[in-house]
């Protein structure tokens, strides 16, 4: 392979009138070597699941390595993995896994319901002080068990028939327990290593795996290189006999790599760059919708201007959301009127609609927008004497600069004063949680697909609802939907929920991110999804 | 010149427990810390978090726990990179950085040296012109362009040599980031050596030099480089020391796994111990080089002496 793919990106970076002859023969060149080389954005924090700081180039190598119940399929299909079936009970608490029989560590070791045991304990131990522990705390007695109240042992999941089955129990239905169950924190760690290493059991001379691929070296801030485990139940369907990972924090050094050949697939390029790529190496370059939200926080707070809903309002329907993805994002964003994404798993999301004062639907007309929202704003009291002055804080990137730009010179023309302030990501967060703004720029990446991930940031008193929005009506939804057990009727419920958050005015929806990945058209098993999740367990080079 | 040494070492012992003090105490006024980020974290994990890192301390406890481990040569775990210690960070990514950062240094030398030398030589004509406008250029011209160019030239559109990647230390892998590490080098010791050449040039000792009937060849030679090498030799002490601990920018746009990217990175993470293990490294190493660069200095200049 190495010999034969620097050639065909080479003729596909260079030559941008390609005929569709070379680019067929180049890309039905046969395939020698079986490694594939992937670029990630950044450093693996440890293969020690809870020991994860939350990058999602994190996940990729940890879901190649390791294996949970489930694991997903190349279109992010939730698939059978160490469990082979699973029942759960009818008041949906309890849920009861089959281990699979020939689930075995790279050393061979039986992978048994002790070890999912072993390891969800060992994320909550609060010992471990894990970041991502919460995540597991639909578990009974996990957030006791994680704040130290009680002990590992009352942990609400317990092995079964000598380690076959997998009993777990929740303090509530779980609509999306399958999701949640593919994500890294629920991944089993090897009790038998860790009982002989202890925390060393993840030193690269110790380390067991129950993926399909298993760690050899680890340079850091350079590479992680894999290959295929032997003893994965899946060895023989693996086509790949090693993965390669570089880290590559500069994104357009990654497209150069991409570009020069060294690499089969870079997740993520910088959406500058969008244009470029797609003009030049079009077969290469995916772009497919994002779990992920961008949008503006309010700030709800008593003594801000933006805890009058008409100032909200009138704040949110002047946004030019189609201009912001379009024009000054290149396209690569989606323009957005909800907080849920669009795409996301049995839901519909609720855009925001935005009427004139006799009540007519005024969201495509902008024109109308801006005479409304005036109105609104002198309402509220604002005029050119008394002009609306909001302190707008972003995190330090050239990309949220350009929007938060561009968002304050569509508020102009209200009479809107914008004082625009950016901080490092670190100082940034820190200081909207306090609460010290008006309007703050803000994303979200989800967990896992439902659409319980999102909403659960406008629940009152959350951590994560810098804006301190709360509405009881909301939270009482919330509640209610967490406790429903029928999916269709969750679904309403959540739907409901979310269309109130958008009839107050909560957040400023602004655009859906998307993720951006540069692939080598020879390889298959690779799909655009909706979570930007891709094992290598189904990549292979075409022959 | 034994005694002189130790007892240099001996001064470096407070200098770097002040630059300790300082840079432990500046890291903690910082807004934020190592656990905040996008996602607020729930109470009680960030509870965890603080005890597991013993922030939940008071600081001056943290501090003489800091200084504690430190004498023992213990700079304690990444916060960010769980399964490394800073020391086995440091340890793994300074032969990289001392690897690219000494070969540029030296290439800078080969080229920049005779190149001011030339232009001393050749002053007010087109070669000095040349040659400093060159050098001009190359302080102007910032690496975070020079590199992705490089890149771009050499490994995308001709494939000569890999865009990227350390491989080990191949010699392929190495030629473009040594290149685009030692240009601004090369600019600024040549400017510099031109001037300090300029200078002893038009000394006393060189016009009886030339008096004697030397060529101008053996004036230069024998008389002239010596001198006129001191100001490079003092700016070459910091300049090592900061070129083999490693370039962000070089690491990052060829994928180079040097120390480099921890004083950016550490800092931006708010990786305290990271952060303070480099600058520990980093000052320990500065208090070296000038100490070297001192020993040299006697060697050049028979005027300097270290006596008790």
Known sequence: ?543 | MLSYTLKRLAQAIPTMLIVITIAFFLMRIAPGGPFDGERALPPEIEANLMAAYHLDEPLWQQYFRYLGNLAQGDFGPSFKYKDFTVTELILQGFPVSLQIGGLAMLLALAIGLPLGIIAALKRNTAVDYAVMGTALAGIAVPNFVVAPVLALVFGVMLGWLPAGGWNDGALPNLILPVIALSIQQIAYIARMMRASMIEVMGSHYIRTARAKGLTEAEVVWRHALRPALLPVTSYLGPAIAGIITGSVVIEQIFGIPGIGRYFVQGALNRDYTLVMGTVVFYGALIVLMNLIVDLIYSALDPQIRYDD
């Open chain 1, 1 to 543: 392979m190495i010999a034969i793919r620097p050639r065909w990106v080479r003729q596909l970076g260079l030559a941008s009138g390609l005929t569709l002859s070379t680019l067929a023969a180049v890309i039905a060149a046969p395939a020698m070597a079986e490694t594939l080389d992937l670029g990630v954005t950044g450093e693996l924090a440890s293969f020690d699941t809870s020991q994860i700081s939350g990058g999602i180039w994190e996940s990729q190598i940890l879901m190649d390595v390791y294996e949970g119940l489930v694991k997903k399929s190349p279109e992010g299909k939730v698939l059978p993995g160490m469990a082979s079936d699973w029942q759960v009970s009818e008041d949906g608490k309890t849920w009861t896994f089959s281990l699979r029989e020939d689930a075995r560590w790279s050393d061979g070791e039986p992978v048994t319901a002790e070890d999912f045991v072993f390891g969800w304990r060992h994320l909550l131990d609060p010992a471990n002080a894990s970041k991502y522990a919460y995540m597991l705390y639909p578990l009974v007695n996990a957030r006791e068990v994680n704040t130290g109240e009680l002990a590992l042992e009352e942990l609400g999941v317990e092995s079964r028939d000598d380690g076959r089955t997998l009993v777990v129990q929740l303090n509530q239905s779980t609509p999306y327990f399958l999701q949640l169950l593919t994500h890294y924190t629920a991944y089993p760690q090897p009790q038998h290593t860790f009982e002989q290493y202890g925390k060393e059991y993840v030193d690269l001379e110790h380390i067991v795996t129950n993926g399909a691929f298993t760690p050899t070296e680890w340079i850091s801030q350079s590479r992680i290189t894999t290959v295929k485990n032997p003893e994965y139940y899946e060895a023989d369907q693996v086509a790949l006999d090693g993965v390669r990972y570089h880290t590559i924090e500069d994104r357009n050094a990654g497209v150069s790599r991409f570009r020069a050949g060294e690499l089969d697939i870079m997740r993520e390029y910088s959406s500058s760059m969008y244009p470029l790529l797609k003009e030049e190496i079009p077969e290469a370059t995916h772009m497919a919708t994002y779990l992920g939200s961008y949008y503006y926080v309010f700030n709800h707070r008593d003594g801000h201007p933006t805890a009058d809903p008409r100032v909200r309002e009138a704040l949110n329907m002047a946004v030019r959301r189609d201009v912001i993805a379009d024009n000054i994002m290149g396209g690569t964003f989606q323009k957005s009127l909800s907080f849920v994404p669009d795409g996301i798993d049995h839901y519909q999301v609720q855009n925001a609609a935005f009427d004139d004062a006799e009540g007519n639907d005024i969201t495509g007309d902008l024109n109308a927008r801006m005479a409304r929202a005036k109105e609104l704003l002198e309402d509220a009291g604002y005029d050119q004497g008394n002009p609306l002055t909001l302190r707008l804080r972003y995190n330090t990137t050239d990309e949220h600069k350009k929007i938060a730009v561009a968002v304050s010179s569509m508020w102009r023309p209200l009479g809107v004063e914008v004082e625009l302030v950016n901080a490092e990501a670190t100082v940034h967060y820190q200081t909207i949680a306090e609460g010290d703004f008006d309007v703050a720029r803000a994303g979200w990446i989800a967990d896992y697909n439902d659409a319980e991930n999102f909403l659960a940031l406008l629940r009152s008193g959350v951590g994560n609802n810098y804006g301190a929005y709360a509405n009881e009506a909301f939270d009482t939804l919330y509640d209610e939907a967490a406790t429903t057990l029928d999916l269709d009727e969750r679904k309403a419920i959540l739907e409901r929920a979310e269309a109130l958050a958008m009839d107050d005015d909560a957040l400023i929806p602004m655009l859906y991110y998307v993720s951006r990945n540069l692939v080598n058209p020879a390889i298959s098993g690779w799909e655009d999804n909706i979570e930007d999740d891709h094992p290598s367990r189904w990549v292979s080079f075409e022959e």
